[in-house]
């Protein structure tokens, strides 16, 4: 079946525009997660969604980051007011249920600010 | 503070030969730990599991082993090929379910 996919695959913006990077979780997968991933550093967790819960954004770094995810099933991450510490390669996970132990991955949106 | 490591250079081995990655963590009480495999411009791939009650686990050439005495997992690429070249991420999920990557260790297999 069809993974985890993510766009724009690569995304260039000039430092104060917004962005908008989407994620289409595996169909029937009820959690969804963001990360940020820097040049040879980790992954970040930045939030996650579990079915009609309020997500968890304890790690979004500052305020001009959101996300929504709507009927369940597509999310949407906005950066407002881009920075050029905010290029990075953002990835979108889903997985089965809550406490599900294997993520599946989304190829990633790498994002440049200049 | 929570950590996990990995080793922090790059490890190049010889085609035929046995890779061997580390993961330290140090305050996680990981009920399990999983490793993942990264290709360049790819999102992270679920390779293994291993339960705290699980010393070895095996898939293939893949082969992980928990010590959670030492806070410490191995990951072995036996007779490693070209094809496993890669980066190799450990994570630990914790209480709150969110899995904390490592910053991955890459390999390269020369043939």
């Known amino acids: 079946g069809a993974g985890v996919s993510q766009s724009p695959s690569n995304k260039v913006t000039e430092k104060g525009k917004d962005v908008e990077l989407r994620c289409d979780p595996i169909s029937g997968h009820t959690a969804l997660y963001w990360y940020r991933q820097s040049l040879g550093q980790g992954l970040e967790f930045l939030i996650y969604f579990q079915g009609n819960s309020a997500p968890d954004k304890s790690g979004l770094p500052s305020d001009r980051f959101s996300a929504e995810r709507t009927g369940g099933s597509v999310s949407t991450l906005t950066i407002q007011r881009t920075q050029q510490e905010d290029s990075a390669v953002y990835l979108c996970?889903?997985?089965?249920?809550?406490?599900?132990?294997?993520?599946?991955f989304g190829p990633g949106t790498r994002l440049l600010v200049l | 503070s929570q950590k996990i490591e990995q080793n922090s250079e790059a490890l190049n081995i010889q085609e035929g030969k046995t890779a061997t990655l580390t993961c330290n963590y140090t305050?996680?009480?990981?009920?399990?730990l999983q490793w993942y495999r990264q290709d360049p411009g790819r999102g992270p791939v679920f390779l293994l599991l291993?339960?705290?009650?699980?010393k070895e686990k095996r898939k293939e050439r893949l082969k992980v082993t928990f010590d959670t005495t030492l806070k410490q997992s191995l990951f072995h690429i036996t007779a490693s090929q070209p094809a496993d070249s890669a980066t190799y991420l450990c994570?630990?999920?914790?209480?709150?379910?969110?899995?904390?990557f490592g910053a991955g260790t890459t390999v390269t297999v020369r043939a």
């Open positions: 305050n996680y009480s990981p009920a399990y």
């Open positions: 994570a630990l999920e914790s209480n709150d379910y969110k899995l904390s």
């Open positions: 996970a889903s997985s089965l249920r809550q406490h599900q132990e294997t993520q599946y």
């Open positions: 291993i339960r705290e009650n699980e």
